[in-house]
Structure formats: C-alpha cells, structure tokens
C-alpha cells in the first residue's frame, strides 16, 4: 500500500486554468506538507498544514492555496496557471505529535509533474 | 534552518564504501542533521538523522563531528540503486515542521 498518493501523476494544462492536486496519506500522521521542484531541481516547501495550523511560504503566490477536508488528505489547488508554475509537486506527511526522534520524519509521495503551455 | 554545504556530485564504484560529507559550522544546540535522499523520479525519502551521537539503521550511518560543524552519511556497500541526490538538511526539532532543501549531492555509482 502506497503510504503518501498523489493524483494524477501527470497534469498538462493552459495557461490561466485552475488545477488542483490531490493527495492522501494513510499513514494516521497529523501534519501535512507541499513541496514544489523546479527545473533546477530545487526543493521548496510551500506549505506546511496540520488541524491546528497552516504556514505558508511567504513566497508562494496566493494563488495557490492548500485545502484539507480531513486529516488524511491536503489537496492543492491552484488559480490562473502560468508558465512559471511548471514543476514536479510532492507531497508529504509526518507525525509530529510523536515523541523523540521519530518526529519530524517526512514520507513523501512520488510527485506531480504539471506543465502549463 | 541553519545551512548545509555539500559537494555537488561524487562518484561511488558499485560494492565499495560511500563517504558523503555535509558541513553546517552554524549548526545551533538543537539542530538534528537530517539526510534525505532522492532517487530519479521519485519523491525524496528519508535515510538517517542524528543530534551528536553517531547513528546506525539499515540504510546507512552517520558519523557526526565532535564539533557538529560537519557530519558524514556512509553507505556501507553502494549498490545501483544507490545512486540518487542526497540531501543534508538541519532541522529544530522545536522550531516547526518544514525541511529546507539545499542543492544535494549527486551520487554517480559505476558497476
């Protein structure tokens, strides 16, 4: 059983669309996470949500916005496409209600490669 | 988070011993180093972290300086498999939950 799912792998779309990225984890962790890799393969985190709170990067533009209808899912949506919001988005959850060094593992799903043309 | 150093690429021979070094000289108190590793086309996947003492498991060790200016993630025996970007990353374990990426490095394993 896949732990963290992402869906779909793939999303091709245009420019000015809305997108949205769905993720489950069925792990029973309380913390949620999106990550964005651009072409350069840098990792960014962009936000970081459980049910008490959401941060966010403070520079991920608001048109991305994280919504979590129960703590086993963080679904990712996305307003107005634009080129430059083409990258590979993981997702990823961890426990951090865990005591030691257990806490603050993250287990990442296998990605979503979107490309807005 | 406090920031990593780490060579952008090394290049291990299949069944022979892998040494990937890290530097953080402005790691604080309560910074655990973190090694993540990403094989291609999959998500990053976590390996081994530690605070001062050195740590074993069934992936890999880590050998952590005296100093914890640096630390070193050893892959016993590199497979293929192995090859992959690996990442070094320092986290507060009180400070919140995010991880901050550095570049990696790359790790190129000949048969």
């Known amino acids: 059983d896949t732990a963290v799912s992402q869906t779909p792998k793939y999303l091709v779309t245009q420019m000015g669309n809305d997108k949205s990225i769905k993720c489950e984890q069925n792990?029973?962790?309380?913390?949620m996470y999106w990550y964005k890799q651009d072409s350069k393969k840098f990792l960014k985190i962009m936000f970081s949500?459980?049910?008490?709170?959401?941060?966010i990067n403070e520079t991920v533009p608001n048109r991305f916005s994280p919504k979590s209808p129960d703590k086993a899912h963080l679904n990712l949506h996305i307003n107005s496409l634009e080129l430059g919001d083409s990258a590979v988005y993981f997702c990823a959850s961890s426990h951090q209600q865990l005591a030691g060094l257990a806490k603050n593992i993250q287990y990442f799903g296998a990605g979503t490669r979107l490309s807005v043309l | 988070d406090a920031k990593t150093t780490q060579p952008n690429s090394m290049e291990s021979n299949e069944e022979e011993p892998v040494h990937l070094p890290c530097n953080h000289s402005t790691i604080s108190g309560t910074d655990y180093i973190h090694w993540y590793r990403q094989l291609p086309s999959q998500g990053p996947e976590y390996v081994i972290h530690?605070?001062?003492s050195n740590v074993n498991n069934r992936m890999a060790s880590l050998a952590i300086a005296e100093d914890r200016k640096s630390s070193t993630l050893i892959l016993h025996r590199a497979t293929l498999r192995d090859a992959a970007v690996y990442y070094c990353i320092l986290r507060d374990n009180n400070a919140g939950n995010m991880l901050t990426f550095g570049g990696g490095t790359r790790l190129m394993v000949k048969p």
């Open positions: 530690g605070l001062t």
């Open positions: 792990l029973g962790h309380d913390t």
């Open positions: 949500y459980n049910n008490k709170e959401l941060i």
